[in-house]
């Protein structure tokens, strides 16, 4: 894009680069399309399809998308506003391109009418005895709560009445997005009991201004959160829109709907838009962006009365329609700053590495500020210098400029393997000394247990002659012995056989033997006094008793 004279100024920045305020909590709204589920089961499927074509019908359509709302997305271009004093518009920037949030802008994305109010229209309708049949007090509009509370009665209602109630619930969430305990505008309720009047009415216009008015008063800085009010689906669609780039890669594009709002699924998914203008610039030379949509020069401002814009604005917007925008306006760093930090500079070299520490600027001021009473009388040396010191650091902008942006990921990704690799050298030596630790307790284990087996057998059959019996022994013929190895000094194991043990033979005890005897045998014949004390001793011995 061509650059204009450079003389025209333009709006500046709302919050200056790196002062943005960071979004350490959520951003708060009311348009919840989830809202819609319990209004669609009260009121009915036939008063739902009627709803789905009326006036207000993109908001339902909206909702039975597949669509995911993103803040964290819409919150980088709110914060990054530029300052317009001008409440009818909301100008962003991404790097060096603005891009305009207007009416025309909502238009397109909603297909709501956003045509100026009819300032000449008289209308009116009796809405007391509906509202007292709500319960809802006839001087003020209803309340998303009062609503929702007729939902268990208003089933056996009659179909117009369930059309006005869905109408209003569409309007509180979709259009005006206001809290449930905030009430609607009472001569807009009014039209839900017109169909006509109702169908008319430009709600676009009245949902974009509630959407900008509450963007124009957010403090951004000072609390931890802020709410937004109106259909803010509208700023995330209008993202996609803008940025072709974004929409590609996180917007998950619909193909062939109605309008932009239906157009797009989006995404929560983290956009890291430093990399992504990094990578823009790569492919393309410059990011993509859609500034605005492109009208006539003297239609370049939707209607809104007497309200004039600010000549800044008017600059900007001229500029783009001529294709003459200066897109260095918003650089990071005046000009004359830089030539006012050069010149205090006293060597022409350009080190290889700068470090910003505080202590470090503190003891160059300090070792500066005595050349700086000398610098009037040194100025040709320092203009050569300064020179100098411009080559060195457009050279070392060049060379930044053609690096790939992925040194970063490349960085992240040795730093990975050298930890997992630390990590798995510590478990080896963490798996080796549990295992030393087992084979240890393991023989500790295994000699309680020989010992226990000792003391029972000793005391059952009082003898030793199996103690120290390797094929009666539980313990182990085989022992573990750690060694340091010659590699980082890790130790390792090596498995020996245990030294065999000397069996001591235990005297035997002596066995008294008996003396074989006869086994007299008894007839009817006289028995002699020798048989019957044979006898006598047969029937003491052992094998007498056993048989008895």
């Given at each position: 894009m061509a650059s204009s004279s450079g003389t025209k100024k333009y709006p500046p920045r709302l919050y200056e680069i790196g002062k943005t305020p960071i979004q350490s909590r959520s951003m708060n709204h009311s348009c919840f399309l989830s809202n819609l589920q319990v209004m669609k089961e009260s009121v009915g499927e036939d008063v739902w399809l009627e709803l789905r074509e009326s006036a207000v019908g993109v908001i339902i359509k909206l909702k039975e998308l597949e669509y995911t709302w993103s803040a964290k997305h819409v919150h980088y271009f709110l914060v990054n506003q530029l300052a317009i004093q001008y409440s009818h518009e909301v100008w962003s920037l991404i790097e060096d391109q603005p891009l305009r949030f207007s009416l025309y802008e909502f238009e397109d994305i909603t297909g709501l009418n956003c045509d100026p109010y009819d300032t000449q229209e008289q209308w009116d309708v009796a809405h007391e005895d509906f509202w007292v049949e709500m319960k809802v007090p006839i001087s003020e509009g209803p309340k998303l709560n009062e609503l929702q509370a007729l939902f268990p009665i208003i089933r056996n209602w009659p179909r117009e009445k369930r059309v006005m109630v869905g109408l209003l619930c569409l309007l509180s969430i979709g259009i005006f997005g206001i809290s449930s305990n905030s009430r609607i505008p009472l001569h807009l309720a009014k039209r839900v009991m017109d169909p006509a009047a109702f169908q008319r009415h430009p709600w676009g216009r009245v949902a974009f201004t509630s959407l900008v008015d509450s963007i124009k008063v957010?403090?951004?800085?000072?609390?931890?959160?802020?709410?937004?009010?109106?259909?803010?689906?509208?700023?995330?669609?209008?993202?996609?829109?803008?940025?072709?780039?974004?929409?590609?890669i996180y917007g998950h594009r619909i193909e062939e709907a109605e309008v932009p709002l239906l157009s797009w699924h989006g995404s929560r998914?983290?956009?890291?838009?430093?990399?992504?203008?990094?990578?823009?610039?790569?492919?393309?030379?410059?990011?993509?962006?859609?500034?605005?949509i492109v009208k006539a020069m003297e239609d370049r401002y939707p209607k809104w009365g007497e309200d004039k814009p600010p000549d800044d604005l008017d600059n900007m917007i001229v500029d783009i329609l001529n294709d003459q925008l200066n897109d260095k306006f918003w650089d990071v760093v005046p000009l004359t700053k830089c030539q006012k930090r050069k010149t205090q500079v006293s060597a022409p070299s350009v080190p290889e590495r700068v470090d910003t520490s505080p202590?470090?600027?503190?003891?160059?001021?300090?070792?500066?500020?005595?050349?700086?009473?000398?610098?009037?009388?040194?100025?040709?040396?320092?203009?050569?210098?300064?020179?100098?010191?411009v080559e060195a650091v457009d050279n070392l902008s060049g060379r930044v400029e053609t690096m790939d942006v992925s040194v970063a990921e490349r960085v992240i990704k040795t730093l990975e393997a050298s930890v997992?690799?630390?990590?798995?050298?510590?478990?080896?030596?963490?798996?080796?000394?549990m295992k030393n630790k087992m084979a240890?307790?393991?023989?500790?284990?295994n000699v309680l247990k020989g010992k226990d087996e000792e003391k029972v057998t000793s005391n059952a059959g009082n003898s030793k002659a199996h103690e120290d019996d390797d094929a009666c022994s539980n313990t182990m013929s085989w022992m573990v012995q750690t060694k340091k190895g010659s590699v980082d000094g890790l130790p390792i194991q090596r498995v020996v056989k245990k030294k065999k043990k000397i069996n001591k033979t235990m005297p035997g005890k002596k066995v008294k033997i008996e003396k074989p005897f006869s086994i007299p045998q008894l007839n009817d014949q006289?028995?002699?006094?020798?048989?019957?004390?044979?006898?006598?001793?047969?029937?003491?011995?052992?094998?007498?008793?056993?048989?008895?």
């Amino acid at each position: 894009m061509a650059s204009s004279s450079g003389t025209k100024k333009y709006p500046p920045r709302l919050y200056e680069i790196g002062k943005t305020p960071i979004q350490s909590r959520s951003m708060n709204h009311s348009c919840f399309l989830s809202n819609l589920q319990v209004m669609k089961e009260s009121v009915g499927e036939d008063v739902w399809l009627e709803l789905r074509e009326s006036a207000v019908g993109v908001i339902i359509k909206l909702k039975e998308l597949e669509y995911t709302w993103s803040a964290k997305h819409v919150h980088y271009f709110l914060v990054n506003q530029l300052a317009i004093q001008y409440s009818h518009e909301v100008w962003s920037l991404i790097e060096d391109q603005p891009l305009r949030f207007s009416l025309y802008e909502f238009e397109d994305i909603t297909g709501l009418n956003c045509d100026p109010y009819d300032t000449q229209e008289q209308w009116d309708v009796a809405h007391e005895d509906f509202w007292v049949e709500m319960k809802v007090p006839i001087s003020e509009g209803p309340k998303l709560n009062e609503l929702q509370a007729l939902f268990p009665i208003i089933r056996n209602w009659p179909r117009e009445k369930r059309v006005m109630v869905g109408l209003l619930c569409l309007l509180s969430i979709g259009i005006f997005g206001i809290s449930s305990n905030s009430r609607i505008p009472l001569h807009l309720a009014k039209r839900v009991m017109d169909p006509a009047a109702f169908q008319r009415h430009p709600w676009g216009r009245v949902a974009f201004t509630s959407l900008v008015d509450s963007i124009k008063v957010v403090t951004y800085e000072e609390k931890k959160s802020y709410t937004l009010h109106g259909c803010v689906h509208a700023l995330l669609i209008w993202i996609y829109e803008s940025v072709p780039g974004l929409g590609e890669i996180y917007g998950h594009r619909i193909e062939e709907a109605e309008v932009p709002l239906l157009s797009w699924h989006g995404s929560r998914q983290r956009i890291n838009f430093p990399n992504f203008c990094a990578q823009e610039k790569k492919k393309y030379q410059k990011i993509r962006v859609r500034h605005m949509i492109v009208k006539a020069m003297e239609d370049r401002y939707p209607k809104w009365g007497e309200d004039k814009p600010p000549d800044d604005l008017d600059n900007m917007i001229v500029d783009i329609l001529n294709d003459q925008l200066n897109d260095k306006f918003w650089d990071v760093v005046p000009l004359t700053k830089c030539q006012k930090r050069k010149t205090q500079v006293s060597a022409p070299s350009v080190p290889e590495r700068v470090d910003t520490s505080p202590s470090t600027k503190r003891r160059k001021e300090k070792e500066t500020a005595p050349e700086m009473k000398e610098s009037h009388t040194d100025m040709p040396i320092n203009n050569n210098i300064i020179q100098k010191l411009v080559e060195a650091v457009d050279n070392l902008s060049g060379r930044v400029e053609t690096m790939d942006v992925s040194v970063a990921e490349r960085v992240i990704k040795t730093l990975e393997a050298s930890v997992q690799a630390q990590v798995e050298a510590r478990m080896v030596l963490f798996e080796t000394e549990m295992k030393n630790k087992m084979a240890i307790l393991e023989e500790d284990m295994n000699v309680l247990k020989g010992k226990d087996e000792e003391k029972v057998t000793s005391n059952a059959g009082n003898s030793k002659a199996h103690e120290d019996d390797d094929a009666c022994s539980n313990t182990m013929s085989w022992m573990v012995q750690t060694k340091k190895g010659s590699v980082d000094g890790l130790p390792i194991q090596r498995v020996v056989k245990k030294k065999k043990k000397i069996n001591k033979t235990m005297p035997g005890k002596k066995v008294k033997i008996e003396k074989p005897f006869s086994i007299p045998q008894l007839n009817d014949q006289s028995i002699s006094t020798e048989d019957w004390e044979n006898h006598l001793k047969w029937q003491k011995s052992v094998k007498w008793r056993w048989k008895h």
